[in-house]
């Protein structure tokens, strides 16, 4: 596997990502799928829990969409190190409540992205995020897209998205030395890993998805694809940037929330969003629900 991708292709390749999801234009077609018809209905009687992870999705997705205009190096940095950020977190909640209503109750991101990944598989998403790759070197495979220039990008943004994940979980296994592959004969720590290894290694990874895509996003002390990107030049447009993020957003977000309805009854769904605070409930959450997007059936 190649090293990551330059800063310039992962804006281009979330680009491509838009377009992609935009061209597909598959909200409408949710109930379509077999796993939404059959989406099994939430067993829980409190919904209390379920609806603070989507206030939580929906006020980072709030947080990334009112980023104010102001002088082009201020709205960069409330851009990077804020907003944009935001785009993670909003989908990372929304996530956990789909998971939720299925009785998944989980926390840890590794675990989240792994469960996610069984969902995108398994023909949970719809084409637009349906898309995931599995394997290392000569076996690695990307499946559900094609060679469009569109998707190609979003090919390159897995393929370089794959390649960070095995670098840092080859890093995490070999800093510690309880479970550092090291030589028979010396006991040497290992620096460099057979293809058995990496065979091994990609099993633990298991696919990489949307999920793993937009993790990227977020601003860390190890994650830095955001400031590396907009440092590397001053010709990116950044609002540009921004809205793509908010429909990439908006679309992921529409998809769990068609889920969640269907699975604690549209009535309840209501309430949820008749409990909002005022600029949720009358602003895209509210206006999500009334298409016929969230409630496809």
């Known amino acids: 596997?190649?090293?990551?991708?330059?800063t310039s292709t992962f804006l281009d390749s979330f680009y491509g990502l838009d377009a992609h999801i935009l061209r597909k234009n598959d909200l409408g077609s949710l109930a379509d799928l077999y796993r939404f018809r059959h989406f099994a209905a939430c067993q829980q009687d409190d919904l209390n829990p379920v609806s603070k992870l989507l206030l939580n999705g929906w006020?980072?997705?709030?947080?990334?969409?009112?980023t104010p205009?102001?002088?082009?190096?201020?709205?960069?940095?409330s851009s990077l190190h804020w907003t944009f950020p935001q785009a993670y977190y909003s989908i990372h909640f929304t996530a956990r409540a789909f998971l939720a209503v299925q009785?998944?109750?989980?926390?840890?991101?590794?675990?989240?992205g792994k469960r996610l990944a069984n969902?995108?598989?398994?023909?949970?998403?719809?084409?637009?995020?349906?898309?995931?790759?599995?394997?290392?070197?000569?076996?690695?495979?990307?499946?559900?897209?094609?060679?469009?220039?569109?998707?190609k990008q979003v090919a390159d943004l897995l393929h370089s998205t794959r390649t960070r994940q095995f670098k840092r979980a080859k890093e995490a296994l070999q800093a510690n030395p309880k479970t550092a592959l090291r030589r028979p004969a010396t006991g040497e720590i290992l620096t460099r890993f057979s293809a058995n290894q990496y065979k091994e290694l990609s099993r633990h990874i298991g696919y990489t998805t949307y999920y793993d895509v937009m993790k990227?996003?977020?601003?860390?002390?190890?994650?830095?694809?955001?400031?590396?990107?907009?440092?590397a030049t001053d010709e990116v447009d950044v609002r540009s940037f921004h809205a793509?993020?908010?429909?990439?957003?908006?679309?992921?977000?529409?998809?769990?929330?068609a889920y969640i309805c269907k699975s604690v009854g549209y009535?309840?769904?209501c309430q949820i969003v008749n409990n909002l605070p005022f600029y949720l409930r009358e602003n895209f959450v509210g206006e999500r629900l009334h298409s016929n997007k969230i409630n496809p059936m």
Do not use: K
Not at 69 to 77: F, G, K, M, P, R
Not at 133 to 147: E, H, K, M, Q
Not at 216 to 231: A, H, P, Q
């Open 267 to 269: 009535l309840n769904y």
């Open 59 to 66: 006020s980072a997705e709030y947080a990334l969409r009112i």
């Open 69 to 77: 205009i102001v002088n082009d190096e201020q709205y960069l940095q």
């Open 216 to 231: 990227r996003l977020r601003i860390s002390s190890v994650n830095r694809d955001l400031e590396r990107t907009f440092g």
């Open 103 to 112: 009785g998944l109750w989980l926390s840890n991101e590794e675990l989240i």
């Open 1 to 6: 596997m190649t090293s990551a991708a330059p």
């Open 119 to 151: 969902y995108v598989v398994n023909g949970f998403y719809p084409e637009s995020l349906g898309f995931y790759a599995y394997g290392f070197g000569d076996t690695y495979r990307v499946c559900r897209l094609s060679d469009s220039a569109d998707e």
């Open 244 to 257: 793509s993020l908010v429909r990439i957003v908006s679309h992921i977000n529409s998809v769990h929330e």
